[in-house]
């Protein structure tokens, strides 16, 4: 007897999905995302907001987009888009109408319950081997910050809290001071 096939989705299948309705597709399949909650909002728009500033204070070629944007890891693959919270992209032929065809330099994501699984494995493996450089996985519930160094052969993940200044690796000079934030 044969086992019941799961079914593949494809890019196409993601677009044709309605416009309120937050989904990433990995791997030919389609994971619903629940609303964020207002905490995981209020690091989203404190931290993209001083990416921002520091890119535009330094006139640099980099953008940086807040989900929901679209990520495409990998170009020939039709199979996978995925919404990171923050998004860094310094190659501007990256960059499409709908949003990134390629790996961002840097991906940034909060962690919320239903996520979670999916940001501490399936898509720090995915990020890895799609070549982002720079990953960090920042857990309100912890209170912990992951950031994992991509570009290293053997890359070690550094920990950090809710109170700390962290350094940006693909940058020399932006620290993320997460002292002053009320969280």
Sequence with gaps: ????QLKIY???DYYRLPEDVRAELIDGQIYDMS???RIHQEILNAVNNMIY????SKKGNCKVYPAPFAVKPFKDDDKTIVEPDISVICDPGKLTERGCTGAPDWIIEIVSPSTSSQDYVRKLNLYMDAGVREYW???????KILVYHLEETDFEVKTYTLRDRVKANIYDDLWIDFEGFEF
Excluded at 1 to 4: D, F, H, S, T
Excluded at 137 to 143: L, T
């Design 10 to 12: 494809t890019e196409e």
């Design 35 to 37: 609303a964020p909650s």
């Design 1 to 4: 007897m044969a086992l019941p």
């Design 53 to 56: 500033n520091y890119i535009q």
């Design 137 to 143: 996985i920042i857990d309100p519930r912890s209170q």
